[in-house]
């Protein structure tokens, strides 16, 4: 639908790490920061300071964005949406870009998208969220349109997780087609229909299809451990999730709000991830490596302790 450069994507839904520090910036990590690729949706999550030099490292355009959404409104997770609202304007993007976040933060995140002066040419559709549910529908190539919706998590100012689901499809058997006498459009008229009437009778979609679940990510940012950040990765096949700190400073994490490695990982073991994105690291901790080892004490799936500019494909579906 938009034009992307191809030559950066491995596949057609991924995740592109633009920052992975929490709170400031340090010499190796931009502030916060994310971009999900998922089919011809291009979601920004969470900009903040620098996402739009970080967009253009990450060969992402401005034109390619279709959505934003906020967790909350930290500076470390919103600040660059004044560049990149700004970007859009600039680069007269012309599709209408909705800005969710949460309704209490309303105030800032209109000061943020008229902080300085410009010419405004940009389309955005601003909603705010104010209790857990559906959020919007989202394109799918495959199964049709997803479902994003946010679950309220527990941080010291109002804060969302999002979660993704696409819907359960099947898979067509073509022996079994054959075998049935069903061709061409007929096809197309089964799986939509669920059954088809035929010269050798009736026909039912299962008789010729196997069930293909749905793929689903989740994007769980500041939170203490809460049902919220549970049911957001029941199952998913990538979970981000910040992991500020490690867990030999669990108290720190418990006061300010926020979740250790361990926590992290912890919930993705235990709700069956397929893909752990760690990220949001505390510039208290110099090497990677302690997240990685305190993770795998628990979590034995994918796991990628984020980096600035990591692309992480979401795991082939099941
Ligand atoms: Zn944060």
């Not at 709170?23 to 739009?52: A, C, K, M």
């Not at 990628?304 to 500019?309: E, G, K, N, R, S």
């Amino acid at each position: 639908m938009f034009q992307r450069p191809a030559h950066h994507r491995v596949s057609s839904r991924e995740l592109v790490a633009l920052g992975t520090a929490s709170q400031v910036p340090t010499r190796t990590r931009n502030h916060n920061g994310y971009v999900l690729f998922w089919d011809d949706e291009v979601i920004l999550f969470d900009p903040g300071e620098g996402s739009q030099r970080q967009m253009l490292h990450a060969g992402i355009s401005a034109t390619a964005l279709t959505r934003i959404a906020i967790t909350h409104l930290h500076g470390d997770h919103s600040l660059g949406l004044a560049g990149v609202v700004q970007r859009i304007s600039l680069d007269a993007v012309p599709q209408t870009i909705p800005v969710v976040f949460p309704a209490s933060g309303r105030r800032w995140v209109e000061n943020l998208c008229d902080s300085t002066a410009y010419y405004h040419q940009e389309r955005l559709a601003l909603q705010g969220l104010s209790r857990d549910g559906v959020v919007s529908r989202v394109p799918g190539e495959l199964h049709g349109p997803a479902v994003l919706r946010a679950e309220r998590l527990d941080h010291s100012l109002e804060a969302y997780g999002y979660r993704l689901d696409e819907p359960d499809g099947r898979r067509m058997d073509p022996a079994r087609l054959a075998e049935a006498g069903i061709t061409g459009p007929d096809v197309g008229r089964l799986a939509q229909e669920g059954t088809l009437r035929t010269e050798r009778g009736v026909v039912r979609l299962e008789d010729v299809s196997s069930p293909r679940p749905g793929q689903s990510f989740a994007f769980v940012m500041d939170t203490r451990l809460c049902d919220a950040v549970w049911s957001l990765a029941a199952g998913v096949d990538m979970l981000v999730i910040e992991s500020t700190y490690l867990d030999r400073d669990s108290g720190l994490a418990r006061d300010h709000g926020h979740l250790t490695a361990l926590q992290a990982a912890t919930v993705a073991a235990q709700s069956g991830v397929r893909s752990l994105v760690l990220t949001h690291f505390s510039q208290r901790y110099t090497d990677p490596a302690e997240f990685e080892r305190e993770a795998r004490t628990v979590y034995d799936g994918e796991l990628t302790v984020a980096a600035d500019l990591d692309r992480v494909a979401v795991p082939r579906r099941r």
